[in-house]
Nanobody, 128 residues
Framework: QVQLVESGGGWVQPGGSLRLSCAAS????????IGWFRQAPEKEREGVSC????????HYLRNVEGRFTVSRANAENTVYLQMNNLKDEDTAVYYC?????????????????????WGQGTQVTVSS
């Protein structure tokens, strides 16, 4: 059974930090790039960060660059999203997703239609 399970969300004050985890099981982890997406109320889902199969290629939404860091722990089948200096506008449900790219180990993108599997999401709330 394919599973992507996010954890680590919660409430934090502006300027604070959270680390999200995305634990995967039930599929060939080594063939999949992983993306982080978020969706705020009444807004479309947007790509936040992604990491390629190889782990060498990452991308970030412009307004999180320098604050968020994605990393891939293949031995744990887990991807992390370290979020620092959080802002009110980072409040959203955060999802991780997996897209099969065994033939292109450098792929990393934000097209939601391409992703094969999705987690259930974890809420991040930034407020004072």
């Amino acid at each position: 059974q394919v599973q992507l399970v996010e954890s680590g969300g919660g409430w934090v004050q502006p300027g604070g930090s959270l680390r999200l985890s995305c634990a995967a099981s039930g599929f060939s982890w080594d063939y999949y790039a992983i993306g982080w997406f978020r969706q705020a109320p009444e807004k479309e889902r947007e790509g936040v960060s992604c990491v390629s199969v190889s782990g060498d290629n990452t991308h970030y939404l412009r307004n999180v660059e320098g604050r968020f860091t994605v990393s891939r722990a293949n031995a744990e089948n887990t991807v992390y999203l370290q979020m620092n200096n959080l802002k009110d506008e980072d409040t959203a449900v955060y999802y991780c997703a997996a897209v099969r790219r065994h033939s292109d180990r450098t792929y990393c993108g934000f097209d939601t239609a391409e992703y094969d599997y999705w987690g259930q999401g974890t809420q991040v709330t930034v407020s004072s």
